[in-house]
Nanobody
């Protein structure tokens, strides 16, 4: 059974920083792309940032130059460093990973989500 577990959310003032972490555990062959999504109340879930197994990254325009995604392949972890946070960044943040569970089977996995609230 593969699981993604996020940590690091919380309440922060505007202009502050937070670092989210996501750990993949269980039995699998390899992890392909890992990503962070977010969903604010009443809105759809949107991509925030993604990183391939080779380290190529992609960001939503709204977070470019403020957020940085990284991963540690040896630890099966992905991180999201969030700086200069704004109230509009308030959302539940979800970790996502495309995982090869067997040589011929690839499955999308989601974490349970972690709340990030930016407020004074």
């Amino acid at each position: 059974q593969v699981q993604l577990v996020e940590s690091g959310g919380g309440l922060v003032q505007p202009g502050g920083s937070l670092r989210l972490s996501c750990a993949a555990s269980g039995s699998f062959f390899s992890i392909n792309t890992m990503a962070w999504y977010r969903q604010a109340p009443g809105k759809q879930r949107d991509l925030v940032a993604q990183i391939t197994s080779g380290g190529s990254t992609n960001y939503a325009d709204s977070v470019k130059d403020r957020f940085t995604i990284s991963r540690d392949n040896a630890k099966n972890m992905v991180y999201l460093q969030m700086n200069s946070l704004k109230p509009d960044d308030t959302a539940v943040y979800y970790c996502h990973a495309i995982i090869r569970v067997r040589y011929v089977e690839v499955i999308n996995y989601w974490g349970q989500g972690t709340q990030v609230t930016v407020s004074s």
